[in-house]
């Protein structure tokens, strides 16, 4: 397969890429700076670099980019910085799903195309009967009125959700929420479910980045996996905060 992956040079990103080049896939990734792709990834003979912000490329240079991928991941986030969080550009994700889904189509390839996103697991699958309490209501709706990456991982959600939907035929999704994430080094066992079993807020699991990577590796590479959270927003936890 070949993948395109936004977002590589992240802390999931990173890892993403890791895990699909250790499974002999073929990776292109859009970064800004290259440089901080750690030097096992930069070398890999299956990598290839472009170097670029993916909002600044043209929408003939993002066709050709991704013409040929098998799938498309997106572990694009706001940096948890003033300027990262309250500066431009604020649809960062939204922006760079829509204009990936929209090259993915006038590619008009044979077979359906997988976008992979990374979401958050205080957004909501509004597919679902996701119940919160009156009180998470709450904190999340000041939480989206003063934190534009809120609004932001929920709109480019809902672009997949409402827009592509469950029947497109030539893009097929599925938006991964993890809770908190924290830093470990090796995959450890995890769960994964339909809708969150935690309170994002009030009582929120754990979530390692490298499960994420590995957890989004499989979803792309393993049809079984596939098949079952496809057109889903399956939520991630390691399995001792589950």
């Keep these: 397969m ?8 992240g802390a999931t990103g990173r890892l993403l890429v890791k895990q699909l080049l250790d499974r002999k896939q073929n990776v292109k990734v859009i970064v800004r700076s290259p440089d901080k792709l750690p ?18 490329l043209s929408k003939e240079e993002m066709i ?26 604020r649809r960062l994700v939204t922006d760079a799903t829509q204009r990936l889904c929209n090259a993915v189509k006038a590619n008009k390839p044979a077979a359906p195309v997988k976008f992979v996103l990374m979401n958050t697991a205080g957004n909501r699958n509004r597919n679902l009967n996701e119940r919160i309490s009156f009180a998470e209501r709450i904190v999340v709706g000041l939480v989206r009125l003063l934190l534009p990456p809120q609004i932001d991982n929920e709109q480019a959600a809902d672009y997949l ?7 497109d035929e030539l893009l097929e999704w599925a938006a991964v929420r993890p809770d908190t994430l924290i830093d470990e080094d090796k995959v450890s066992e995890y769960t994964v479910y339909a809708s969150p079993i935690k309170s994002a807020i009030f ?5 390692s980045r490298i499960n994420v990577g590995h957890f989004m590796a499989d979803l792309i590479t393993d049809d079984e996996c596939w098949n079952k959270w496809k057109g889903q927003m399956p939520v991630i936890y390691n399995k001792e905060s589950s």
Aim: with cysteine.
């Design 2 to 9: 070949t993948i395109l992956v936004i977002g590589a040079s």
């Design 39 to 56: 030097e096992i990834v930069k070398s890999h003979d299956n990598l290839s670099i472009i170097k670029a912000s993916v909002l600044d």
């Design 64 to 89: 050709r980019h991704v013409n040929g991928c098998d799938a498309i991941a997106s572990c694009l986030g706001h940096n948890p910085h003033f300027k990262g969080i309250f500066g431009p550009p």
């Design 161 to 167: 959700r409402i827009k592509i939907g469950q029947t």
């Design 203 to 207: 009582n929120p699991g754990k979530t």
